[in-house]
């Protein structure tokens, strides 16, 4: 059993095994490392917001140039929609979807490849570049995630039959993986297998089967079976798929860090997947009247019933989730508050109000979080890690935080690693402390 000994706030140092204890546990990860993981390494997965590209101006020549491709094996955009009439398409109402996505031609200065689209050409926007930068980066995989928390409304409706879920499949196969894109107002982009090879991979972020995800989702009772019985339909026809192409397509799907959510999957369903994301963070944010941090490993000393990283993977193992399988997923943002009282340097305190608007709501990615002022503390027993300036307060994951999960990652034998989200991470330091925290060299 693990025993959460969790230290008090104290001032930022950084965290070393002792030579002994280090020594053993490299002698033990060298002895069954590949037991452990399966015969894989781990995988470093990160999404890219696919609206960012028009709301933030982040584009995939931004996700080339921070240098996180050489330190990922898979890349997950982010979302893909499902229409009321549970099939995949591609919607017009939310960031021109089409133009972004494959019709917008890019400039010499914005583009991968420092080369501008040409007019004529089938495929532009964000995939083209996509498509250049896998070319650029061979061993980087990129699967399309479907859902989200904004466009899960429908899956309950895509997964609800036998019927439906053929196809649903069919049409995000056709779509995403052979890449059917439609022609539209007379464009030249688009047709038959014009993003052919963008993704190799499906990414199922269903949030969340059975209820609480966005109050607009259509809930089902059954949903949690039919999870998994879409989730078996993806596997038969990605896998029929593979053989027709040569091509061995990766399916993956996001699951929940919180207890309750946490209920709705089956055994079954691990048998079916490549990996699976387990979402952790978000335990705490502007919902909790007092600070407490939302992406911890263990449950602080101060708060033992926390809900934690350690927590949720706990919960899916015993469900019966392969080890190797659980890919653990941290944050590249923090949660914020204000008003915060400074005893236990602002932990566990009252707080005002939640943080001001720094990101989406009271969030604030990463880089901005680096160089904000203020005293600096890591937990290293907990796995968490906070700023206090004597007002606000802000818990988020630093370099530390990654390393000290990379290596509950390998000591436990899990899958890897995921972030969300890379704009956040503009300088790719987090996806460095990603695989370096992985590497078993």
Not at 218 to 232: E, F
């Amino acid at each position: 059993m693990q025993v959460n000994r969790s230290s008090p706030a104290r001032p930022l140092r950084r965290r070393a095994l002792p030579p002994l204890a280090a020594a053993v546990a490299a002698g033990a990860l060298v002895a069954t490392g590949v037991v452990l993981l399966g015969g894989r390494e781990p995988e470093r997965v990160a999404y890219v917001a696919g609206w960012n590209v028009a709301d933030r101006g982040f584009t995939v020549a931004d996700v080339a140039a921070s240098g996180a491709p050489e330190h990922l094996t898979r890349l997950m955009w982010a979302f893909g929609d499902v229409s009321e009439d549970g099939l995949c398409h591609i919607p017009s109402g939310r960031d021109d979807q089409p133009w972004e996505l494959y019709q917008r031609p890019y400039a010499a200065e914005e583009s991968v490849n420092g080369r501008a689209d040409r007019p004529d050409q089938d495929l532009a926007g964000s995939l083209h570049q996509l498509r250049l930068l896998r070319e650029d980066h061979p061993h980087l995989g990129a699967s399309l995630s479907l859902g989200g928390w904004s466009w899960s409304t429908y899956l309950s409706v895509a997964a609800r039959t036998p019927e439906s879920r053929e196809a649903f499949v069919a049409s995000c196969l056709d779509l995403w993986i052979r890449g059917d894109l439609p022609v539209l107002d007379g464009g030249a982009q688009g047709g038959g297998g014009a993003a052919y090879g963008v993704f190799d991979g499906v990414d199922l972020d269903w949030e969340w089967p059975g209820g609480q995800g966005d109050p607009g989702n259509v809930v089902h009772p059954d949903d949690p079976a039919n999870l998994t019985a879409l989730v078996a339909e993806f596997r038969r026809q990605l896998d029929a798929l593979g053989e027709e192409t040569g091509v061995g397509y990766t399916l993956s799907v996001s699951l929940p860090g919180g207890a309750e959510a946490g209920s709705a999957y089956e055994a079954e369903l691990f048998d079916l997947v490549d990996f699976a994301t387990v979402q952790g963070y978000d335990f705490a944010g502007p919902w909790n009247e007092r600070t407490a941090h939302h992406s911890n490993l263990y449950a602080p000393a101060h708060d033992p019933r926390a809900a934690s990283v350690d927590g949720a993977v706990r919960r899916y193992l015993d469900l019966g989730a392969d080890p190797s399988r659980l890919v653990v997923g941290v944050p590249a943002f923090g949660r914020g508050w204000q008003g915060v009282g400074a005893e236990d340097a602002g932990r566990g305190q009252a707080a005002e109000a939640p943080a001001d608007d720094a990101y989406d709501g009271p969030t604030m990615a990463f880089a901005d979080l680096e160089e904000r002022d203020g005293r600096r503390f890591l937990d290293e027993e907990a796995g968490a890690y906070w700023i206090y300036d004597g007002d606000t307060w802000w818990t988020y994951d630093n370099a530390d935080v990654i390393a000290i999960k990379g290596e509950y990652v390998l000591d436990r034998g899990l899958g890897g690693l995921m972030m969300w989200n890379l704009d956040m991470d503009p300088q790719g330091e987090l996806v460095r402390a990603m695989d370096e925290s992985l590497d078993r060299r």
